[in-house]
């Protein structure tokens, strides 16, 4: 009874080249969110998608990339993969923009660049 | 841009103590939410509190929104071990397209 599901869970990858992470909802939420975390720096946000093909960057958008062709799928690509970003990427999903609304985080996926 | 300072960052207690987490900012925030997360898994939406001076009870946590919205605070009655974690508030303004993250309290209650 996920709602939201994230691939891979684990990924290791070589410096240089491109990655990308998958984020699928059931919930038909219309915003989802990619975020970083990293110790001592809490959660971090990299891009955000108000809508399909609506999306706008967040403070740690410098390397990445993000698609949303449909409602249930958005994507994070690493164009060039940096040891900068092996960190812990979590997906999230908000029935609407208000900080009112709960997020719903999936489970995340493990990245690390070499 | 807004910014939420948790403390302490970190906190080791023994079962059965009680203790406060806080969560501050110079920013008025229209509402505050609290997560939490265990290792391997994604945060988990605890509450969200919108009204300035708002306590909610979720059997032995208590949080508590500030009067003036700047900050929050979160209160364990009798700490189990599976209160282990780690903490995160988050907030944003009404209208925001998106909530600001503090940087989290890791908790861990000893048997």
């Known amino acids: 009874d996920a709602g939201i599901t994230q691939s891979p869970r684990h990924k290791v990858t070589e410096t240089g080249t491109p990655v990308t992470l998958r984020c699928h909802q059931t919930?038909?939420?219309?915003?989802m969110y990619w975020y970083r975390q990293d110790p001592g720096h809490g959660l971090r946000l990299i891009h955000y998608?108000?809508?399909?093909?609506?999306?706008d960057k967040g403070e740690v958008s410098d390397g990445y990339s993000v698609s949303r062709s449909k409602t249930e799928d958005f994507l994070l690509t690493l164009e060039s993969a940096t040891s900068s970003q092996t960190s812990v990427y979590f997906c999230?999903?908000?029935?609407?923009?208000?900080?009112?609304?709960?997020?719903?985080f999936g489970s995340g996926t493990r990245l690390t660049v070499v | 841009t807004q910014l939420l300072e948790q403390s302490p960052q970190f906190l080791s207690i023994q079962e059965g103590e009680n203790l406060t987490v806080y969560c501050n900012s110079s920013?008025?925030?229209?509402?505050l939410q609290w997560y939490r997360q265990e290792p391997g898994e994604g945060p988990v939406l605890l509450v969200t509190?919108?009204?300035?001076?708002e306590v909610k009870k979720l059997k032995r946590l208590t949080f508590q929104f500030g009067d003036a919205r700047k900050d929050s605070s979160l209160h364990i009655t009798a700490a189990q071990t599976g209160d282990t974690g780690l903490y995160l508030c988050?907030?944003?303004?009404?209208?925001?397209?998106?909530?600001?993250f503090g940087q989290g309290t890791r908790l861990t209650i000893n048997p």
């Open positions: 999230a999903i908000s029935e609407g923009p208000f900080s009112n609304y709960g997020y719903t």
């Open positions: 919930e038909n939420h219309r915003y």
């Open positions: 998608s108000y809508g399909v093909k609506d999306t």
């Open positions: 920013s008025v925030f229209s509402s």
């Open positions: 509190v919108v009204t300035g001076g």
């Open positions: 988050a907030g944003g303004d009404q209208g925001a397209q998106k909530l600001v």
